[in-house]
């Protein structure tokens, strides 16, 4: 029995060469993206638990569509609750109705594709003049950056700054403090703007705004103007493959730079909805504002001053909530890994005599880390030995001893060596809380937040792409010295001519 062998590239020969149905499978494309949107909203709405957004907010829980959801405006269900803001329950938009419409617009477009599939051979790729199937790519650019400039200017204007819209999600510098409202453009750059954290959230629509209004203009220009030969032959304008390598570098230098604004934590993924990254803790960032909010109270109030800590912020200084501590393959949310947070035990303070000890901070990549106990000047005053025969530090030889402020510990003084090394142990991860174990199905291990798999994820993607836009441009550049044809007999098939080409025997 004779095997028939099907290329893999076959079915992207027929794609290449047929306008009909390049438009069908970028209409599928499309609907799959849409309704794996749709099922992945609904799948998070079906396990996520909304009673707790401040121990167990959505970024802790392994939610991966809903931050981005949010953070266009939608923060309420169907279901009466909300991401810890007070809204109307006759809001058009929620998860739910996201979801819905999301699955819906991907059956439309999938029904869509199929019709383009059959019906490929349409007038409207028929030239007029020529009577042949002919496509005006440099006209069909300029029509697609239309629509998206148009798109882009109608988000900034319409859903930003409120004119249509509800917004964008807003936050603090520390992310406590985070609601959804309009913004208004940035008409210029000040000391002032750049340094209030709302005021940067204005870059966002004047962006937005200036791009798409100004790439009108240039989608026009594309529309009713034509390239000279040259820079036509020189382009590969005529072939649609050096169509689809431009594509693909406008796709991942687009994923490049959103990697980058997720991991670094810029102002479009806010910390409330995507959590900390590696660079709050790596810089103390946290830590740093708790400690001026402390010494900013009184001293008539100074035992109270921890307990006026946001609880949010505690959470944000604990390095279990750093996307870097918790390696990528790992499957299940960060919960999994250390539990449920239930109670924030308070902030221990050391002391040896009359002065005050800080642990110092594990390092994020560190599995293990020495505990070890320093003043304010920096110097190692107590730690926990690896080898206690040889100890001069140790805590039981230092008399350490510990206290708590604020927290379910707030007042509580422990003198007792095994006690103050346990906490001392746990003071490395920073704020110290109690986890529910058995619920979450806990195993130890730290799991990344939804930050560090997209950041991963599309990295990985952007480096596909660019070896797919190096593939495609050199078919497209020098597809004569790949054939071993004529820039002359090429022209006989470009796309959509379907003249026959004849070769000479000898040449092959």
């Not at 409330?272 to 790596?282: A, I, K, N, Q, V």
Request: aromatic share 16%.
């Amino acid at each position: 029995m004779n095997k028939i062998r099907l290329p893999w590239f076959r079915v992207h020969i027929v794609v290449l060469n047929d306008p009909g149905r390049l438009i069908s499978v970028h209409i599928v494309h499309t609907g799959l993206v849409a309704g794996w949107s749709g099922v992945m909203t609904l799948y998070e709405l079906v396990i996520f638990d909304p009673t707790d957004p401040v121990y167990n907010p959505l970024w802790r829980q392994g939610c991966y569509v809903m931050p981005f959801i949010s953070r266009i405006g939608v923060v309420s269900s169907l279901y009466n609750w909300s991401l810890g803001i007070e809204l109307s329950s006759r809001a058009l938009w929620t998860y739910e109705t996201v979801s819905a419409s999301h699955i819906l617009l991907s059956g439309l477009l999938i029904l869509a594709s199929f019709w383009h599939w059959a019906y490929w051979d349409l007038d409207v790729f028929v030239s007029s003049l020529s009577g042949k199937c002919l496509l005006d790519l440099n006209k069909i650019f300029g029509i697609h950056l239309f629509l998206s400039s148009l798109l882009c200017f109608g988000f900034g204007y319409g859903h930003l700054t409120g004119f249509l819209g509800p917004g964008v999600w807003t936050e603090d510098s520390v992310g406590i403090l985070g609601s959804v409202r309009f913004v208004k453009p940035v008409y210029s750059l000040t000391f002032a703007t750049l340094t209030s954290p709302f005021c940067l959230y204005g870059l966002l629509s004047s962006h937005h705004c200036s791009a798409g209004f100004s790439s009108l203009f240039i989608g026009f220009w594309h529309i009713g103007s034509r390239p000279g030969p040259l820079l036509y032959k020189l382009n590969k304008m005529g072939n649609i493959e050096s169509v689809l390598s431009t594509s693909i570098s406008a796709v991942f230098f687009a994923a490049f730079v959103n990697s980058a604004l997720v991991w670094y934590a810029g102002i479009s993924s806010p910390i409330e909805l995507f959590g900390p990254s590696r660079y709050h803790w790596d810089n103390g960032y946290f830590s740093q504002d708790i400690e001026r909010r402390v010494k900013s109270v009184s001293s008539i109030f100074l035992n109270k001053a921890w307990e006026q800590v946001p609880d949010k912020l505690t959470l944000f200084d604990y390095i279990g909530s750093n996307p870097s501590k918790g390696g990528l393959f790992r499957s299940g949310p960060m919960l999994k890994g250390d539990g449920i947070v239930q109670n924030w035990l308070g902030h221990p303070l050391f002391e040896m005599g009359t002065s005050s000890l800080a642990v110092r901070r594990s390092v994020a990549f560190f599995e293990t880390f020495p505990v070890q106990l320093i003043d304010v000047s920096g110097t190692l005053r107590a730690d926990i030995p690896f080898r206690r025969a040889e100890s001069l530090n140790s805590i039981e030889q230092k008399g350490v001893v510990l206290y708590f402020e604020g927290g379910i510990l707030g007042g509580t003084e422990y003198s007792t060596p095994s006690l103050v090394k346990n906490y001392a142990r746990k003071a490395q991860f920073g704020e110290i809380f109690t986890f529910d174990f058995k619920t979450s199905g806990a195993d130890g291990v730290f799991r990344t937040s939804p930050r560090g798999w997209y950041s991963f994820s599309h990295v990985t993607f952007a480096f596909l792409f660019w070896f797919g836009h190096l593939f495609h441009a050199q078919r497209a550049l020098f597809r004569d010295l790949q054939t071993g044809l004529t820039i002359e007999s090429l022209c006989q098939v470009e796309l959509c001519t379907y003249e026959e080409l004849h070769v000479n025997a000898s040449f092959l």
